[in-house]
C-alpha cells in the first residue's frame, strides 16, 4: 500500500488502504521506543489543512514519549468499564454479598422498587444530586402513602399507629443503606488505571449532609394488661368451640416467642432435628448473628412442644413436617406467618408484632432484675469486646432467667 508524505508536514502521510480508500496517518518514532502509526482519519472528508492541524498534536506526544494509540485503547476500557450499569453491579454484588435469605430478599426488592429506573444507568454517572433528590422523593412517596392508609383507617373508625420518626425515613434510609453498600463493592476498582467510580460513593452525601440520621427505636411491648388479655385469647383459640381467626398454629408460634424473645424467622424455621424433648432443650441454627442459639424448655415451652410432637406424630407419614410450624400449604416447607399477628390484633383487639414480643420478654426480665447482660443472653445479642469471647453460655444457665420471666409474664404463675 502506498504512503505519500505530505509535502509541508513531516511524519503526516496520505496512506493507500484496500479498497481504493485513503487515510491521512502519522508515522513517526516515539521517544524512547521505535516507530508507529497513528491514523487520523479518511482523506475524502479531511483536507490536507485539517490533517496537519490533527497531526501536530500527534507528533508532540511522540516526541514526549507518549504513544496516542496506547492512550485510545485505554479510553476504549474506561469507557467500557465505566458503561457498567447499576444492575449489573446489583447482580454481581447479591452474587458475593453474604445475605440471608430474608436479607437477600428484601434487598432485592428494596432495590428494584426504588431504583428500578436506574438499572440501566452506567454505575459513574449516578452523581450526589440524583442521591439527594431520590432520597426526598421516597420520604414524600411512603409519606402520602400513609396519609392515605390513614384517612381510610379514620374513615372507619380505626386507630391510626403513630411512629416516633419523620414518616418515610426508615424507607429511605434502608434503600440506600443497600445502595451505598453496591457502590462501596466497586468504588476501589478500576480499568486501565482509573477509577471505576471516579467521584467515589455518591451515597456519602447523605452523610455529609446529615440527612442519614438514627432513627427513634420502636418501644412498643406489652404490658400486663396486654399480656392477660393475650393469655385469655390463646386460651380460648385452643378450645375445641372457638370459632375465631387464631389458628392453632398461631397460638403457638405468639407462645414460644412470648416465653423465649425468640425472633420470628428463628422460631418459624425450627426444625425437630434440633429440639431434644428428653433434655428438654433445642437449638436455633439459623440466627441474626449466625451463632447458633440453645435453649431449655420451662414447662409452658415443653409442653406446647409435646402437643405439637404428638400431633405430628398422630398424622401419615407423607404429612410429617420437619418443621414445628409447618405451612397449610406444604407440610415440607415452614410457615411464612404472614399473616399471624393481623389476625392475633384483629381478635385481641390491639396492634402487636412478634417483635413487640421480644421487647416483652426483655421488659419482663429487666423488671424481674435481670442486668442487661444476662437479658442479652438469653435474646442472643452479638456479645462485643475480647472479654466476651471467653465467656461461654450455655442452655442450663439461661432455665433460671426463663423460667423466671415465665412466671412473671402474667398474673398467675405457670403450673
Same mark, same amino acid.
Do not use: C
Given at each position: ?6 509535502? =509541508? ?12 480508500? &485513503? ?8 521517544? #524512547? ?7 487520523? /482519519? ?5 483536507? %490536507? $489543512? ?12 511522540? =516526541?514526549? +514519549?507518549?504513544? !496516542?494509540?496506547?492512550? @485510545? ?9 465505566? #458503561?457498567?450499569?447499576? /444492575? ?12 440471608? %435469605? ?9 432495590? @428494584? ?23 426526598? $422523593? ?11 392508609? $390513614? ?18 425515613? +426508615? ?21 486501565? #488505571? ?7 460513593? !455518591? ?24 399480656? @392477660? ?12 368451640? &372457638? ?74 407419614? =407423607?404429612?410429617?413436617? !420437619? &418443621?414445628?410450624?409447618?405451612? !397449610?400449604?406444604?407440610?415440607? *416447607? ?34 424481674? /432484675? ?11 445479642? *452479638?456479645?462485643? +469486646? ?30
Amino acid at each position: 500500500m502506498d504512503w505519500i508524505k505530505d509535502k =509541508s508536514l513531516p511524519g503526516l502521510y496520505r496512506r493507500a488502504r484496500e479498497g481504493g480508500k &485513503y487515510v491521512w496517518a502519522v508515522k513517526a518514532r516515539v521517544k #524512547g521506543a521505535g516507530p508507529v502509526t497513528v491514523t487520523l /482519519g479518511n482523506a475524502n472528508y479531511i483536507t %490536507p $489543512a485539517e490533517a496537519r492541524k490533527l497531526a501536530k498534536p500527534v507528533l508532540a506526544k511522540l =516526541s514526549q +514519549g507518549i504513544n !496516542p494509540n496506547q492512550e @485510545q485503547r485505554k479510553a476504549k476500557k474506561v469507557a467500557e468499564a465505566r #458503561g457498567f450499569s447499576l /444492575g449489573q453491579a446489583i447482580e454481581q454484588y447479591s452474587e458475593l454479598a453474604h445475605w440471608k %435469605p430474608k436479607t437477600r430478599k428484601d434487598a432485592l426488592s428494596t432495590l @428494584q422498587r426504588r431504583f428500578g429506573d436506574w438499572y440501566r444507568k452506567p454505575l459513574a454517572s449516578i452523581t450526589r444530586d440524583d442521591i439527594l433528590r431520590r432520597f426526598t $422523593a421516597i420520604k414524600k412517596e411512603v409519606a402520602q402513602k400513609k396519609e392515605r392508609v $390513614a384517612a381510610r383507617r379514620r374513615k372507619e373508625g380505626l386507630n391510626v399507629h403513630e411512629t416516633p420518626n419523620e414518616v418515610g425515613l +426508615g424507607e429511605a434510609q434502608r434503600a440506600f443503606r443497600y445502595l451505598s453498600a453496591v457502590f462501596n463493592s466497586f468504588a476501589s476498582d478500576d480499568a486501565a #488505571g482509573e477509577k471505576l467510580i471516579p467521584q467515589g460513593n !455518591p451515597v456519602l452525601v447523605l452523610k455529609d449532609k446529615k440527612l442519614r440520621r438514627a432513627l427513634q427505636p420502636k418501644e412498643r411491648y406489652l404490658d400486663n394488661k396486654a399480656r @392477660q388479655a393475650l393469655l385469655e385469647q390463646l386460651t380460648q383459640s385452643s378450645h375445641y368451640q &372457638y370459632a375465631g381467626s387464631i389458628n392453632q398454629e398461631d397460638a403457638d408460634l405468639a407462645w414460644l416467642l412470648i416465653h423465649t424473645g425468640l425472633r420470628l424467622d428463628e422460631a418459624r424455621l425450627l426444625k425437630w432435628s434440633e429440639v431434644s424433648i428428653t433434655d428438654r432443650f433445642f437449638t436455633v441454627l439459623d440466627t441474626k448473628n449466625h451463632q447458633k442459639h440453645t435453649l431449655p424448655m420451662t414447662n409452658a415451652i415443653y409442653s406446647m412442644i409435646s402437643r405439637r410432637l404428638e400431633y405430628r406424630a398422630s398424622q401419615p407419614k =407423607s404429612m410429617q413436617s !420437619p &418443621y414445628i410450624f409447618p405451612s !397449610p400449604l406444604d407440610p415440607k *416447607k415452614p410457615t411464612s406467618a404472614s399473616r399471624t399477628f393481623d389476625r392475633l390484633s384483629s381478635e385481641i383487639g390491639f396492634e402487636f408484632t412478634a417483635h413487640d414480643l421480644r421487647r416483652t420478654v426483655a421488659t419482663v426480665a429487666a423488671d424481674l /432484675g435481670y442486668d442487661l447482660d444476662a437479658i442479652g443472653a438469653v435474646l442472643n445479642h *452479638k456479645r462485643k +469486646g475480647v472479654t466476651a469471647g471467653y465467656i461461654q453460655k450455655t442452655w442450663k444457665r439461661h432455665l433460671g432467667i426463663l423460667e423466671d420471666i415465665q412466671n412473671g409474664l402474667f398474673e398467675e404463675s405457670y403450673d
